[in-house]
DNA sequence: CGGACAATTGAAGCCGGTCAAAACTGGTGG
DNA sequence: CCACCAGTTTTGACCGGCTTCAATTGTCCG
């Protein structure tokens, strides 16, 4: 049975300090050099599902959306990405079109590194192949988690799972304790449930004294209590 | 929006011949020598999730689950593998603990290649690199496809996508039309809903001339009226 | 101040999970 | 060859979690 941390984190992604850290001070710099940084404003796309890669992205400040929307409106959020972590990699790596779509949830600072750079510096450095197969390697699991967790989990305890990732997540960033700040409708669309179920929930574990409901975010406040209520042992408490 | 094809194929994952076609003579015999084929009975375990990975597995006859447990008996089902499919590299490339498990659902046979064998390889042969980045880089679509699906899709629209990745996936190896032979419970863990609810579905399906329900197996009749229940397009037929 | 959008609350109803029991199946041994 | 048993599939009934629709409140800005 895996544990809770390994359950829980994500420190599974790649992000760019990895993805530079084997290679020659050459290369480095000619992927900076390379590099395009452009700034794109809070619910801006970045890219589209159906799309071509043309190269991989990376952010250096704010907040990004990996998700897929359905023509009925609906929406899927699949990841987070934060600070230091990598966009579109996958699908340049698969030669294959985008599968989901990546949208500024913040004004956020992203740098785009052309995909003929990219694949030149990759040929080229066998330490870069074999950090991105770690990488990929190890996101396996946390789509394993995503997929069991929606599959055999309640609205609430998916709630309470979410909730957990995303303090630990944006833990360290925050300084003082990590604020969760998003609509609800887009943590709605991370949990997987509507909109008004989320926010009923909200309200339960707020008085559940879980998490707090400060002006324009969420701040857990009971991990403990969130742990309990996520029922990561997989045992339903029988009656 | 992705089409159809894209959407359901799955012959996005590593396959044998592919992971061999760029060695060379002496590293493909290297890696056969090294081979270790097993013969696993139905319902035998093959590796468990929590496990330390200490080689890939190769199917060379028979078909295996890769699954996720819970405490409370409920598995999720997350793929299925047929022959020629490898199995157990995620995790090995990872670097970690395998995130599940993986049984065989028919009488097997099954290669296993160790890791120090097929790291030596890995990393003396870029193609081999290159092959495995692209061949996990196709991957992700699946995964973000089997996450939207159970996310946004009803347990009716979920089975109707089964069925034809299943028929699609099984159809060539069959010989005349494809034989879907799981048990119930092993379809409604795919599905990811429960035994009852499969059961009924599939009554339904079967009324609707979508499906035919042989002597131990389901055989698609009308690919067409599934696509239709699929609701692959993503709009809900507004009333 | 007002308009637009986000968040919340309320009420109704269905989908699907759960429990229980019946029908069916295949395999075993007398 | 049949009776019996264990496991699987199926059917029935119930009910609770969530979705959906609708309406109200709250909030931010021009």
Redesign the pocket.
């Known amino acids: 049975m895996p544990t809770q941390k390994l359950f829980l984190s994500d420190q599974f992604r790649l992000r760019t300090d990895q993805l530079f850290e084997g290679l020659t001070i050459e290369e480095q710099e000619y992927l900076r050099a390379a590099g395009v940084t452009h700034l794109y404003k809070k619910t801006e796309i970045i890219f589209r599902e159906g799309g071509i890669p043309t190269g991989i992205f990376y952010v250096e400040s704010g907040r990004v959306k990996k998700y897929r929307a359905s023509a009925n409106g609906t929406e899927q959020i699949s990841y987070l990405c934060g600070k230091g972590e990598l966009l579109g990699y996958h699908a340049l790596l698969g030669e294959e079109l985008y599968p989901d779509s990546a949208a500024a949830i913040e004004d956020s600072r992203i740098t785009f590194i052309p995909k003929v750079n990219f694949l030149k510096v990759l040929r080229n450095s066998s330490v870069l192949s074999n950090t991105l197969l770690k990488a990929l390697g190890k996101e396996f699991t946390l789509f394993i988690n995503s997929i069991t967790n929606l599959a055999t989990k309640?609205?609430?305890e998916r709630l309470a799972i979410t909730l957990l990732i995303l303090d630990e997540k944006f833990h360290t960033e925050g300084g003082n304790g990590s604020n969760i700040s998003l609509?609800?409708?887009e943590l709605a669309n991370m949990v997987?449930?509507?909109?008004?179920?989320l926010?009923?929930l909200?309200?339960e574990f707020a008085k559940a004294g879980y998490i707090q409901?400060t002006?324009?975010a969420i701040r857990v406040i009971d991990r403990k209590g969130l742990v309990r209520e996520a029922n990561l042992s997989g045992l339903?408490t029988?009656k």
């Open positions: 309640s609205a609430r609509s609800r409708t997987g449930t509507a909109t008004e179920t926010v009923r909200l309200q409901k002006e324009k339903k029988k």
